[in-house]
């Protein structure tokens, strides 16, 4: 069965990242969003902790001198939760997703964003008594972040972010983080 997950997950990545290269649209050469970021992230709530690496590619809609535009994210991450007050237990993540961004400033210095995809977590996680019904979950996420240092180039967020399956499988006892991210273009 995990043989079975980890090609799934390898497939459905790759066929994620090249979905969202071939989206990305041409942008203005002045735009501060241009390129890709790459990110680390560490997220905790309770017992459980996460750590994260991730991507932020070009999304199909940019709106130049407006205060929206939108990325897609690729993540791939450790989870570490705990049954009751037993030893952790570690999960890996692959999340990917559309970000939406909204900017406060005309310098687009600060900015919330949310996002709503998938991740598949294997094995399923723990939360207290119970475990994760399901491989396959939804995950949703908002942070307000700042943009900082030579043409933007780097970026801080806090956030939150819920994972669960939605009820489809049982249990459902989903899992909440804070979370806190650096970004830079490359």
Known sequence: MRKHFEKLAISLGLFSLLAALSVQTAKAEDSPDQGT?????????????????????????????DDWTTFWSLEVGEWLTRKDNASSR????????????????????????????????????????????????FVGRFAFGYRFGHAKSSEISLGAGHVSN?????PNPGRNFFQLRYATSF
Not at 38 to 60: C, K, N, T
């Open 37 to 65: 970021f790459g990110y680390i992230q560490y997220g905790q709530w309770d017992s459980a902790r996460e750590a994260a690496l991730g991507l932020y590619v070009p999304g199909p809609i940019q709106f130049h001198g």
């Open 90 to 137: 570690a999960s890996s993540e692959l999340a990917i997703g559309p970000i939406g961004r909204y900017y406060f400033d005309t310098a687009r210095d600060f900015y919330f964003q949310g996002m709503a995809g998938f991740a598949a977590v294997a094995p399923r996680f723990w939360r207290g008594s119970e475990q994760q019904g399901s491989v396959l979950n």
């Open 166 to 170: 939605g009820g489809l499988s049982e």
